[in-house]
């Protein structure tokens, strides 16, 4: 099923058409319209109401922090977010002013490839060449991009202090505002439909290329110890991306409020797994999702139990970080 088909789907269920009116209601909360997540969430969701007959409504919030407290107090069942930022969420570290103890991972999605990208025309080809352009900073409504970027720029050699520094309040915005000009750079993960969007709208974009290797390894790390470097092949849902690159990358994890039944976490985990090809040709970068290297063990993070009986059942054991 198309995408554009399957979010239909989802839409239909936030308007309460259509499925069993007995069946429970759960919800993802995600970042605005665009975002990856936001994506990645309503195709699951739809996935789930096709195979399995479970509702899910997709509703986005303002940031991470909003996100992921609409989980920790029950406001939603489950949420998409990086690694590093639960792992911050938890221990109430961080961007965060207090703990979040009722969250859960529930598993490894996918490796998470981010960058800063620019106009194919404004003749930078890497991070490094940043140095005393504009690069959107601030993040008022998503703090979660400023560790982000700042390993981005560490990885080129640069720091928030050789740039100059443009406040901007979300992704979206961001990516508004470089096309507009009013930025020279904008942040975003690599096969995001707003990269593709402000591509059409420019005439072309290009990611910055970083320096993989030791040191920049130590220093991405500094920022966010679950940070690492991968290659991004080129493809056509990788905007941005021309020829193999390296991108500063995370663990993209789903996570559930402990107060979400065993039931319902195994229900979306055999979905996720065993319509993974679905879900794949719905969002081509969920083709990363691999039942074996999903359960991984994370520092200072939980798996929710539902989710340890299910990899148990499918004879996948909890590996180690990398």
Do not use: C
């Not at 560790?147 to 100059?164: C, F, N, Q, R």
């Amino acid at each position: 099923m198309k995408l554009l088909q399957k979010l239909g789907l989802v839409g239909a269920l936030a308007l309460g058409l259509g499925g069993a009116a007995s069946a429970q209601v759960q919800s993802f909360s995600t970042p605005p319209q665009g975002s990856v997540w936001n994506t990645m969430a309503s195709v699951i969701s739809a996935q789930a109401r096709e195979s399995a007959n479970l509702q899910f409504v997709v509703q986005p919030y303002g940031g991470n922090a909003q996100m992921m407290q609409a989980v920790n107090e029950a406001l939603a069942e489950f949420s998409l977010n990086d690694v590093n930022d639960v792992i911050t969420a938890v221990s109430g570290t961080g961007e965060y002013d207090s703990a979040m103890p009722n969250l859960r991972v529930v598993a490894r999605i996918n490796p998470f490839p981010v960058g800063l990208y620019v106009r194919a025309d404004s003749g930078m080809t890497s991070v490094a060449d940043l140095a005393g352009q504009s690069v959107p900073s601030g993040w008022d409504a998503f703090p979660i991009a400023r560790p982000h970027i700042a390993a981005i720029l560490a990885a080129g050699g640069l720091t928030w202090d050789d740039v100059e520094q443009v406040p901007v309040p979300e992704l979206i915005r961001g990516s508004d505002d470089m096309a507009s000009g009013r930025i020279d750079s904008a942040f975003f993960a690599v096969g995001g439909p707003k990269v593709a969007e402000i591509d059409a709208s420019v005439g072309g974009v290009q990611f910055l290329t970083v320096e993989a290797n030791d040191e920049t390894r130590a220093a991405i790390r500094a920022v966010r110890p679950a940070f690492y470097f991968s290659e991004v092949q080129p493809a056509p849902f990788r905007v941005g991306v021309p020829e193999p690159m390296m991108f500063v990358t995370w663990d993209n994890v789903l996570v559930a409020g402990a107060h979400v039944s065993d039931e319902q976490v195994a229900a979306l985990l055999a979905v996720i797994f065993d319509e993974r090809d679905a879900i794949a040709g719905a969002y081509p970068p969920l083709g990363a999702l691999n039942i074996d290297t999903a359960y991984r063990d994370y520092p200072g993070l939980d798996y929710h139990p539902g989710a340890a009986a299910f990899f148990e059942s499918r004879g996948v054991a909890l590996a180690a970080t990398e």
